[in-house]
Structures are given as structure tokens and as C-alpha cells.
Antibody, heavy 119, light 111 residues
Framework: QVQLQESGPGLVKPSGTLSLTCAVS?????????WSWVRQPPGKGLEWIGEVYHSGSTNYNPSLKSRVTISVDKSKNHFSLKVMSLTAADTAVYYCARDPDGSRFFDSWGQGTLVTVSS | NFMLTQPHSVSESPGRTVTISCTRSSGSIASNYVQWYQQRPGSAPTTVIY?????PSGVPDRFSGSIDSSSNSASLTISGLKTEDEADYYC??????????FGGGTRLTVL
């Protein structure tokens, strides 16, 4: 059974860059899946950030595209998220998730990690 | 891009049946599958319905999904409500220009 685990700093400064990694176990990141990042501000709903395929192909939410980079490292079986030019509005729980076979739904999620943007 | 609109909250008594709606703002609801996720406080979402009406293994058959082209909406129905069903529920779909769109979420209270 696939397991996903987010890791990264819990506190980042305004105008800085958020960097998170999602370690994948129980499955190869090179299988025919898309790997996504989803975030949830405190007390609010889910927002899809973007996704990456093992080839390096990406798709992003148009509202975040200018500030976001998602990449994959097949040798480490993990994928990563960078969000630049942070503001307090980027404070959220960040989840990584798997879209099996490009089915356009998520069958596995990480537990999530809270990132707070504050000086 | 389209939006998915859900009621902010619904409530119902244990043992009863509740239906949560998800209305698509543009484009046909039938053109792309709709998924439903359950999120309990402090936990990650889990899938309760995928591809409009399919249940993952382990999800009880009290959960069912449907779509209605006349109202351009999808629905999640939970029958025989249990207190453990109390959670936030999110619908999700997609189209050719954006792979993932979430609804705003519905808080289900079982009282």
C-alpha cells in the first residue's frame, strides 16, 4: 500500500520560499501516476496547487502558477514543492497526494504538514 | 475555469439520510467524473466516492453518489447516519484546462 510523507520547515518568513518534499513508499514514483500538492488554510477548504508526472511534466493551478514549482526526483522516489514570494495567505496545511493512472482523483494522501508564514 | 458550489453546512439526526449537493458553474456535470472526499478534524481527506458513484473498498454502502444533468449537479447521499459520519465533505472534478477543482466543502453535523 502506497504511503506518502511530507517534510519541510514549519515556519517560513514573508517574501521567502517554502520548500517541501513528499516521500513515496510502497510504490515507485515512476509508475503511471500523477503526484499532486494540495493545501488547506486554517479553517478553510482544499486548494489544488499542482501536479507532476515522473517524466517531469507538470500542471499548475492558474491562480498560483507564477509562484510555484513542482519537481520529481526518481532516484529518491520523492517529489517536491516550492512556493515563492510568500505572504501570510500561504499559511496552510500542505498535503501531497497520488492521482492513480491520471484518473483525476486522489486515492492516497499524506498526513499533511502545517506551514506558517510569519516573521 | 468552472467552480463547484456546495452548501456550507447540513445537519441531520442519527439513522436518517442526508444528501449533499455540488453544482457545477459551467460545462456539463456529466462531462467529467465527480469525486467526494471525507475529512475528519485534524486528518487528511479520504475518498468516499470516485467516478460519480464508485465506492473504494472499505467504504460502507451507506455512501452513494449520483449526478443530475438537469440541475448540473452531483450529490453525495449518506443513509443510516452515524455520529462517525460527522465531518467535512468535498466534491472534486476537472476539465481539459484544469486537472483538479474542489468544491468549497460542506460540514455535516450529526445530532
Amino acid at each position: 500500500q502506497v504511503q506518502l510523507q511530507e517534510s519541510g520547515p514549519g515556519l517560513v518568513k514573508p517574501s521567502g520560499t517554502l520548500s517541501l518534499t513528499c516521500a513515496v513508499s510502497g510504490a515507485s514514483i515512476s509508475n503511471d501516476n500523477w503526484w499532486s500538492w494540495v493545501r488547506q488554510p486554517p479553517g478553510k477548504g482544499l486548494e489544488w496547487i499542482g501536479e507532476v508526472y515522473h517524466s517531469g511534466s507538470t500542471n499548475y493551478n492558474p491562480s498560483l502558477k507564477s509562484r510555484v514549482t513542482i519537481s520529481v526526483d526518481k532516484s529518491k522516489n520523492h517529489f517536491s514543492l516550492k512556493v515563492m514570494s510568500l505572504t501570510a495567505a500561504d499559511t496552510a496545511v500542505y498535503y501531497c497526494a497520488r492521482d492513480p493512472d491520471g484518473s483525476r482523483f486522489f486515492d492516497s494522501w499524506g498526513q499533511g504538514t502545517l506551514v506558517t508564514v510569519s516573521s | 475555469n468552472f467552480m463547484l458550489t456546495q452548501p456550507h453546512s447540513v445537519s441531520e439526526s442519527p439513522g436518517r439520510t442526508v444528501t449533499i449537493s455540488c453544482t457545477r458553474s459551467s460545462g456539463s456535470i456529466a462531462s467529467n467524473y465527480v469525486q467526494w472526499y471525507q475529512q475528519r478534524p485534524g486528518s487528511a481527506p479520504t475518498t468516499v466516492i470516485y467516478e460519480d458513484n464508485q465506492r473504494p473498498s472499505g467504504v460502507p454502502d451507506r455512501f452513494s453518489g449520483s449526478i443530475d444533468s438537469s440541475s448540473n449537479s452531483a450529490s453525495l447521499t449518506i443513509s443510516g447516519l452515524k455520529t462517525e459520519d460527522e465531518a467535512d465533505y468535498y466534491c472534486q472534478s476537472y476539465d481539459g484546462s484544469i486537472p483538479v477543482v474542489f468544491g468549497g466543502g460542506t460540514r455535516l453535523t450529526v445530532l
